[in-house]
């Protein structure tokens, strides 16, 4: 695992909108597995910034999401897909249908996670996963458990992800309780892994992510057995691990 380190969030975003954009550049077709959540914000502000700038084009680059709440419309203002073209799509030149987010409204658990992982197998690997990480260690959707899901499934969301989440509802009991997320292998199988973290919130998890056993309850940790993986991270967010150094 190579940590880069920044000063502040503006920075972490900032330092991985480059790495991004160096994908971007060099394989104009790359295939990119995007994150949801507060953390990307700024990463999607700086990518957006420089396609008006004229240095980016989204135009042959194909996406692939981590995941979807349950039972949320597309057009539900707190479903991925309308993150996701709120937050970039709809400012970029990217082709709508090049990008694919879990369907939310399809029943059938079996049907969506199937359909989903033909969807990643058919573009021959993800070439650069995003992935963020929740206070607990999940990755995705991917809940601390018992054992580590391969593929696309649907997760049951921990109590903990629920809180987590309320602040982007009315209600606490408007947050789905479930999502459909890819698995492990998934996003393992992935050439390249850009992991960001900012904020003590996250200090634990990342310690545990770099330093920890690889334990699917802490389901990050699974990402030191990767050999291409990145981690921009603020200071905040390094700072369990960083004490654990000296
Ligand atoms: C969410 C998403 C994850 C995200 C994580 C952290 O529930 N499913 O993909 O990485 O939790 O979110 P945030 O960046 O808002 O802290």
Redesign the pocket.
């Known amino acids: 695992m190579r940590i880069y380190r920044a000063k502040t969030y503006k920075d972490m975003s900032r330092k991985a909108a480059n790495i991004i954009s160096a994908q971007i550049i060099m394989k104009p077709n790359a295939v990119l597995g995007l ?6 914000l700024g990463i999607y502000r700086q990518l957006i910034d420089w396609y008006e700038k004229g240095d980016l084009d989204f135009s042959e680059i194909r996406t692939v999401n ?2 979807e709440y349950k039972g949320l419309a597309p057009d539900h203002e707190q479903s991925y897909a309308y993150f996701m073209r709120k937050n970039l799509f709809d400012q970029v030149n990217i082709n709508l249908s090049n990008t694919n987010i879990p369907n939310g409204l399809e029943e059938n658990e079996a049907v969506e996670c199937a359909r989903y992982n033909r969807i990643i197998a058919s573009f021959g690997g993800i070439d650069l996963q995003l ?5 607990n260690g ?4 991917n809940e601390p458990g018992e054992a580590f899901e391969r593929e696309t499934h649907c997760v049951k969301l921990a109590d903990t ?1 629920i809180q ?2 309320a602040r982007f509802f009315d209600t606490i009991d408007q947050v789905p309780k479930y ?1 459909y ?1 890819t698995g492990i292998k998934n996003i393992m199988q992935a050439k390249s892994i850009l992991l960001i973290a900012s904020g003590k919130a ?1 200090a634990e998890a990342v310690n545990r992510m770099i330093r920890g056993p690889i334990t699917p309850a802490c389901p990050a940790s699974i990402l030191q057995l990767h050999n291409n993986v990145s981690i921009v991270a603020d200071e905040e967010a390094l700072s369990i691990y960083d004490a654990g150094c000296r």
């Open positions: 994150a949801t959540g507060s953390s990307p981590l995941d992935l963020g990480i929740g206070a999940h990755i995705g959707f992800t987590a989440n999502a997320s996250k």
